[in-house]
C-alpha cells in the first residue's frame, strides 16, 4: 500500500505572517497541493498563532468540501481545551496529538505514554465521540511497553518522530540505525492493529529508504522540506516528486 501524502501549510503560513498582506495564500496554495496529487492538508495552529491562524482552519476546510472530496484535514497540536475546540469546530478527519509546550519552535519528542497514557485516554475518547481519527506522535524508538499504552488509550495510530532520521543526511551509517529503530516500532504498532503516520524533516532523498523498511505505513506529513522544494521546483512540481519518492 502506498503512503498517502499530506502537505503540512504551516511554512506558508510563517511566510505569509511576516508581512501584513494576504500572500503567499495559504488556501490557494493548499489547492495547488491538493490539485497535484496530495492526500490532504496538514496544519499545527499554535497558541500564538505564529504560522498558521486560527482564522485559516475554516477556509481549508471549506477548500476541502467543497472542491476536493474525499481527501483529509489534518490538525495538529497539544491538547488544550483551546486546541480541542477548534478541532471540533472544524472537524479534522484526523487530528494528531503531540507533546508540545506552548513555546516549542517545532515538535521534537514523542509522548511519554507511560507518564501520560491516562490523559489521553480521555482525550482519544473525546475526539473519537466526534467520529475524528486519533494519531498520537511518538518517538522513533519506543519501547514496547510504551506502544502497548499508546495503543490501550484507543487511539487509531501512532505518528512516528522522523527528524533524528531526518537530521541524519550526510551520516549514513546513523541513518541505518535511525531506519532500524522505526522499523521495529512501526512493526510492533502494527502488531498491535495501530497505523503508522510519519512525519518531521523528510524529503525527497530520505523518503524511498523510510517506505521501503515501513512497509505500512499509510501517511507522512510533510512541511518544511516540501515547502523547500517548491521553492525551486514549484508547489505543483514538489507535490508530483514527493509521491514519487514514496513509491
Given amino acids: ?25 495559504v488556501t490557494a496554495l493548499g489547492r ?5 496529487g496530495a492526500a490532504g492538508l496538514t496544519v499545527h495552529p499554535r497558541p500564538d498563532q ?8 475554516p477556509e481549508l476546510r471549506a477548500l476541502i468540501d467543497d472542491e ?36 516549542q519552535p517545532t515538535s521534537d519528542h514523542g509522548w511519554d505514554f507511560i507518564g501520560k497514557g491516562n490523559f489521553l485516554r480521555s482525550v482519544v475518547q473525546r475526539l473519537k465521540d466526534n ?9 522513533p524508538d519506543a519501547s514496547k511497553e510504551e506502544i502497548d499504552i499508546a495503543s490501550e488509550t484507543g487511539a487509531d495510530r501512532i ?6 532520521y531526518g537530521g541524519c543526511y550526510d551520516d549514513e551509517a546513523a541513518a541505518s540505525a535511525c531506519l532500524a529503530d522505526l ?5 510492533y504498532a502494527k502488531s498491535l492493529g495501530l497505523g503508522v503516520n510519519a ?49
Fill in 1 to 25: 500500500m502506498l503512503a498517502k501524502l499530506s502537505v503540512n501549510v504551516n511554512a506558508i503560513a510563517l511566510l505569509r505572517n511576516r508581512r501584513d498582506l494576504p500572500w503567499p495564500s
Fill in 199 to 247: 512525519g518531521h524533516d523528510l524529503t525527497v532523498s530520505n523518503l524511498p529508504a523510510l517506505a521501503a523498511v515501513v512497509p505500512n505505513l499509510m501517511e507522512v506529513s510533510i512541511g518544511h522540506g516540501l515547502t523547500a522544494e517548491a521553492l525551486e521546483h514549484g508547489m505543483a512540481k514538489a507535490v508530483e516528486r514527493f509521491i514519487e519518492a514514496l513509491g
Fill in 131 to 139: 467520529g475524528t481519527r486519533v494519531s498520537l506522535f511518538c518517538d
Fill in 159 to 164: 505518528e512516528l518522530y522522523t527528524g533524528p
Fill in 68 to 103: 476536493f472530496a474525499g481527501r483529509e484535514f489534518n490538525i495538529e497540536g497539544y491538547p488544550t481545551e483551546e486546541f480541542l475546540a477548534l478541532a471540533e469546530a472544524n472537524e479534522p478527519e484526523q487530528v494528531t496529538l503531540v507533546p508540545d509546550d506552548r513555546d
Fill in 50 to 57: 505564529r504560522h498558521i491562524r486560527f482564522s485559516d482552519l
Fill in 183 to 187: 522499523e521495529q516500532t512501526a512493526g
Fill in 32 to 36: 495547488v497541493a491538493l490539485q497535484s
